[in-house]
């Protein structure tokens, strides 16, 4: 069973610039969440997609934006990049059809983004 | 306004030893609470989790308490192992299936040897 992947694991951009990282989910999970982790800070969280359709959004601005994919995969775009977008962006999937709660979201690695 | 507290931010442990992480809470609205685990380089892994309706769960070594009327809740782990040195984040949320969890900072625990 494959986990969370992430991409890339490093990234360097200039403020203005756009950006957009990558979210592989585990096997059989059909939902993704995103979460921004600033140096110190705990993850806060950015949206959800479920079967494609964002479905929730936390107190980010309309300049994060998402996808998923058929595959369930997932990008998180972020335009007019900010010096305070600098952080770790953690990816998580989870499986609506468990049993189990949402709660038990699987995450990857993070992207570290530094923005100069 | 941080609705998820950890005024830990770091804690050390003798191996063998209890080791207790504090979180505090100010949503009375929180009905769902989580710990995750997070090692450097990986994302966090869940570790246990407890309903509003119960005041203590337990698994294994780990057993998280809930004193609600405190909006309190702490994470026991014994005996404490070298492995568990990490950074341990209390999350919370409103609903069993709500898709924003709210993190608290996280505590970072070392066991010593």
């Known amino acids: 069973e494959t986990g969370v992947t992430q991409s890339p694991t490093h990234l360097i951009k200039t403020r203005g610039q756009q950006v957009t990282l990558r979210c592989s989910s585990q096997s059989g999970h059909n939902t993704v969440s995103w979460y921004q982790q600033a140096l110190g800070q705990g993850p806060q969280f950015i949206f959800q997609y479920y079967r494609e359709e964002e479905n929730g959004r936390g107190n980010f601005p309309p300049r994060f934006s998402g996808l998923q994919f058929p595959n369930y995969s997932s990008e998180l775009n972020v335009n007019a990049l900010e010096l305070d977008d600098s952080a770790l962006y953690l990816c998580?999937?989870?499986?609506?059809?468990?049993?189990?709660?949402?709660?038990?979201?699987?995450f990857g690695p993070g992207t570290r983004l530094t923005v100069t | 306004d941080q609705q998820v507290k950890q005024n830990s931010p770091s804690l050390s442990v003798q191996e063998g030893r209890i080791s207790i992480l504090n979180c505090d809470y100010t949503?009375?609205?929180?009905?769902?609470f989580l710990w995750y685990k997070k090692y450097p380089a990986e994302g966090p892994t869940f570790l246990i989790s407890i309903s509003s309706i119960k005041d203590k769960n337990e698994d294994g070594r780990f057993t998280v308490f809930l004193n609600k009327s405190a909006k309190h809740l702490s994470l026991h782990i014994v005996p404490s192992q070298p492995g568990d040195s990490a950074v341990y984040f209390c999350a919370a949320s409103t609903r069993p299936r709500d898709d924003k969890i709210i993190f608290g900072k996280g505590t970072r625990l070392h066991i010593l040897p």
């Open positions: 949503n009375s609205m929180f009905d769902y």
């Open positions: 998580a999937s989870s499986s609506a059809s468990q049993t189990k709660s949402f709660y038990e979201q699987y």
